[in-house]
Structures are given as C-alpha cells and as structure tokens.
DNA sequence: CTTAGTGCAAAGCTTTTGCACTGCA
DNA sequence: TGCAGTGCAAAAGCTTTGCACTAAG
C-alpha cells in the first residue's frame, strides 16, 4: 500500500470508519487519473474491472464520503453531469477548481491559482464578501482550436 | 404587452416559434423576479396561479427555450438543483454568471464584470485559451455574517 | 387550415435508501 | 463478535418523450 493509501487508511480510521478494498480501489481510479473528470457510472465501469461484484450504490456511497474527507472534488463542467477528480494535496484547502472548457474540442484544461492573486480581495474590498472558497468556469476555444478557427476565417 | 415582451414576440416569430399565453407568462415569472434564482418546479407553482392548467413538461419545454435564446441564464449554484434567472440585457452576450454564495445564511449576490478586468486577457497570455464565456461562483461569507463571525471570535 | 404547442401520463436517468448478508477491526 | 460496509433491488427525484388534442398564425 502506498503513501495516498495509508495515508487514506488514517484518516478513515480517525472517523472511525474501516478500510475495505472498495474504498482502496475507487480512491486508486482516481488517484491514478489525476487528469481525469469522471463520472459516477465512468467509475463504477473502471472499478469493475478490479473489483466485479461491487455494487453502484457502494461507488455512490464511497464517491460521497471521498468528498466530504476532500480526497476528490465534484465537479460540474456545465455538461449535465457530475464529475470527480483527485484532489490535489499540494493545493490549500478550499482552492481547486480551474477549468477552461473548450467549445470546439470539449477538452478540460486547468489553470493555476495565480491567475486570480488579488481578486479575492478586490471583492472584499467592493462588496464586503469574504471569499473561502470558489469555483470558475471559462468556456472558450483552447489554443490549437483558436488557431484552427482564425485559419478558416482569414 | 410591455417592452420585452414584444421584443419576445420578434425573436420567436423569426425562429418560426409562436407566442403562447403559457411562454408569455413563464418568461414574466422570470422577469419579473430578477434577483432569484428559480428551479424548474418553483416557475411551475409560480406560474400555476396565472394558468392553473399548465403542465410541468410545459415549463421544462420552454425553459430550454428561453435558454437556447438566450433570455434566461441557466445557473448551478451547487445547491444540487439546476436554476434558472432572467438574463441581463445590458450585459454582453457570454458574460453572465458571477455569484457569492454565502455558506452563513445562504444568500447569493451577484457581482460585477469589472472586478475581473483584464483577466480574460491574462488568460489568453498565460495558457493560449480564449475565454468567449464563463461561469465563476465564490462561496464564503456575505459582509454580514462575516460581521458576525468576527464578533464572535472577539 | 396547418402544424407548432400543450397537457397528461409514461418512460428514462441518475442518485438514494431499505434490508439482509458480509467482513473489517 | 459487533457493527460498519456491501450488494441488490426498490424507490425517489428530476427531466424528457410519445401522443392525442388545442390553438396560434
């Protein structure tokens, strides 16, 4: 077991939760896709193939505690459905994410948290609100789209 | 028949669309409560007590409706239900969508394109990615609370 | 008149829940 | 061994769809 997995193995067992192999391997399809915004059902087919019998409502149930322990986080790309991605540990509490969607591709880019230095307390100072945390959407075309589009058009 | 509501009228005749009695009061629902953010089942009670026989499936038609034209802003506030407000005229198409949500007493403001000037730019410069839309949330705590949290802690 | 739009009910999806069984601690 | 966790199936929401009827242009 590695780092992530006995790291994740001490913070059930200080909720007083147990370890199964389910948990084990749905933190483990997502830890190992780190670049990936899965779905519950895209989960539960990529946790199948390791684990056959578990059940969807276990991939739910799990997904769910996952989240709250702030292992992965649930992300609503505008497309209908609810997606998770690993979190990234390196990234303070409340601070994630960043996605540029393109409209051409439909790829998922993320951008950095730099971009934003300031503008959180540019709020505060406006309108008083006292950000702890947000979630940005840019939809837009990514580079190798942008160019393909000013092609055509010139 | 006021202002928007002839301006309604155009833009579906030239879509081929008709005017219904049931659009026209769906869209003044909306209009007519420009800082809430209603869901699908809270247009249909609202506009029931205009025309009692309206059907759901009704509302759920006509909201994509007003979406696809743009008239309305279809908005996730993380709250787990999909709503809808009335779209702003004034402000240019594909720049809508800037919400605090206060995790205290679960307000949701709106703020201000200008306190992101320059960041679209800053985006492009920085990763190649053209920003034509985007949707941002901020979730903390409204000047009020925050007031509150502080003294609190005092 | 023509055909888009409506209301109703049924169907479809995603997600949750109840319950008996299983297996971690 | 005790109780949290699981698998299964049923239930619960929300949203969409099929169809006959209605009404806008």
């Known amino acids: 077991m590695n780092d992530r997995m006995e790291q994740f193995t001490l913070l059930l067992k200080a909720r007083g939760l147990k370890t199964t192999k389910q948990r084990l391997i749905i933190l483990e399809a997502l830890a190992g896709r780190p670049q990936e915004h899965l779905t519950a059902e895209e989960i539960y087919d990529i946790v199948k193939e390791e684990w056959p ?24 790309l505008g497309d209908g459905y609810v997606r998770y991605e690993i979190a990234d540990p390196r990234e303070e509490s409340g601070h994630h994410h960043h996605h540029m969607i393109c409209l051409s591709c439909g790829k998922v880019l993320a951008f950095g948290e730099d971009l934003l230095d300031g503008l959180e ?29 000013t092609e055509n058009n010139s």
Do not use: P, W
């Open 121 to 149: 307390e540019k709020i505060r100072k406006t309108t008083g609100f006292v950000v702890s945390d947000h979630e940005l959407k840019f939809y837009g075309y990514c580079r190798e789209c942008e160019q393909k589009r």
């Open 53 to 76: 019998n578990i059940g969807l409502a276990t991939v739910y149930r799990n997904i769910q505690l996952l989240s709250d322990m702030h292992l992965i986080d649930k992300l609503n």
